[in-house]
Nanobody, 121 residues
């Protein structure tokens, strides 16, 4: 069974840093696009950053210059380095990956369980 397991969330002061990880577990053939999303209470979900299988990245304007998305294909893991955190970054962060479990089978979206990031003094 393929799963995405997130870690790295927590409480941090404004201006601080956190590094989120998202590891794919289980047997799979390939991981295509991956991304981080977040949802704050009472607000709509927001796409934070994406990365393709060859490392092309894209960011929401609200995090450009502060967050860096990366991936280690050998470890089947994606990261989100968050620097200069602001209170408005407080949210539940989810990772998503497009995964092909078996060769010649269609890909499907998988989501992590979410990790809470709270930025507060």
């Amino acid at each position: 069974q393929v799963q995405l397991v997130e870690s790295g969330g927590g409480l941090v002061q404004p201006g601080g840093s956190l590094r989120l990880s998202c590891a794919a577990t289980g047997s799979l053939f390939s991981i295509e696009d991956m991304g981080w999303y977040r949802q704050a209470p009472g607000e709509e979900g927001e796409l934070v950053a994406t990365i393709t299988s060859i490392g092309t990245t894209d960011y929401a304007d609200s995090v450009k210059g502060r967050f860096t998305i990366s991936r280690d294909n050998a470890r089947k893991t994606m990261y989100l380095q968050m620097n200069g955190l602001k209170p408005e970054d407080t949210a539940l962060y989810f990772c998503k990956a497009v995964i092909q479990k078996l060769r010649y089978q269609p890909s499907a979206d998988y989501w992590g369980q979410g990790t809470q990031v709270t930025v507060s003094s």
